[in-house]
């Protein structure tokens, strides 16, 4: 089994690994292990016959997140932003179609989709037929998936701030901090081996939010002692 991507050559079947190869299947083991928490979700929902107490836009705004680093790999031929969003994206695809079969607001959750699902219509329109191929393409898609991923990470600042309010890391989730510490720092790297800002930038917020949570968890973790300081990994 091989992946042909820029840099080289991934083959499992090879004795050793470059470094370029290693971070390669970290960041697809890492991230699939991140996208594939919201199975916790879809585990509830299907449990509970209700998408009550559930976040819908998380999936939604992953999903499109994913959609728009699948063209970048794809413009960029690299075997690996590939690979990880296509699986992200059916992953999450999944996770909107059974929230949309449970949901009691399905008027809402549709419409979020249409609207989503037009921006991104608009998006391959402008990047397709009005930029030219080639480094400008590739710079200005770079730069809005960028964009949209470091406001994703920085996204839950606020809920942190509310946390060091009250003291409570019950709302956190122990194990999705650890998998977005390691995922985020398996892409900085592997952008890095790259030389590509890109990929870089805005992965290296997700590692300083993880390092926030952790240093909560460490400081809040004897709130309660009576209950686990962390809950299951969700979405």
């Given at each position: 089994?091989?992946?042909?991507?820029?840099?080289?050559?991934?083959?499992?079947?090879?004795?050793?690994?470059?470094?370029?190869?290693?971070?390669?299947?970290?960041?697809?083991?890492?991230?699939?292990?991140?996208?594939?928490?919201?199975?916790?979700?879809?585990?509830?929902?299907?449990?509970?016959?209700?998408?009550?107490?559930?976040?819908?836009?998380?999936?939604?705004?992953?999903?499109?997140?994913?959609l728009g680093w699948l063209y970048y790999g794809i413009l960029k031929k690299d075997q690996t932003i590939i690979l990880?969003?296509?699986?992200?994206?059916?992953?999450?695809?999944?996770?909107?179609?059974?929230?949309?079969?449970?949901?009691?607001?399905?008027?809402?959750?549709?419409?979020?989709?249409?609207?989503?699902?037009?921006?991104?219509?608009?998006?391959?329109?402008?990047?397709?037929?009005?930029?030219?191929?080639?480094e400008t393409r590739l710079s200005q898609l770079g730069l809005t998936c960028s964009v949209v991923t470091v406001s994703m990470y920085m996204s839950p600042l606020i809920?942190?701030?509310?946390?060091?309010?009250?003291?409570?890391?019950?709302?956190?989730?122990?194990?999705?901090?650890?998998?977005?510490?390691?995922?985020?720092?398996?892409?900085?790297?592997?952008?890095?081996?790259?030389?590509?800002?890109?990929?870089?930038?805005?992965?290296?917020?997700?590692?300083?939010?993880?390092?926030?949570?952790?240093?909560?968890?460490?400081?809040?973790?004897?709130?309660?002692?009576?209950?686990?300081?962390?809950?299951?990994?969700?979405?």
């Open positions: 089994m091989e992946f042909t991507k820029p840099g080289g050559l991934l083959d499992i079947s090879s004795q050793s690994m470059d470094p370029l190869q290693f971070l390669s299947w970290a960041c697809i083991v890492f991230t699939v292990g991140m996208f594939s928490t919201g199975l916790t979700d879809l585990k509830k929902m299907r449990e509970s016959k209700s998408a009550d107490n559930i976040q819908f836009l998380p999936f939604l705004t992953t999903c499109l997140n994913n990880v969003n296509v699986i992200g994206a059916l992953l999450q695809i999944l996770y909107i179609a059974v929230y949309l079969y449970y949901t009691k607001q399905k008027r809402l959750v549709m419409f979020q989709t249409l609207v989503a699902g037009g921006v991104l219509t608009c998006g391959w329109f402008y990047f397709t037929m009005y930029l030219p191929e080639g809920d942190l701030v509310e946390i060091v309010r009250r003291g409570d890391v019950q709302c956190l989730s122990f194990p999705l901090t650890v998998a977005t510490f390691f995922t985020s720092t398996s892409w900085v790297l592997y952008g890095l081996q790259l030389n590509d800002n890109y990929i870089v930038v805005p992965n290296t917020p997700g590692i300083f939010t993880s390092l926030i949570r952790f240093y909560l968890f460490r400081r809040f973790a004897s709130v309660n002692q009576s209950s686990p300081s962390y809950k299951s990994m969700q979405m």
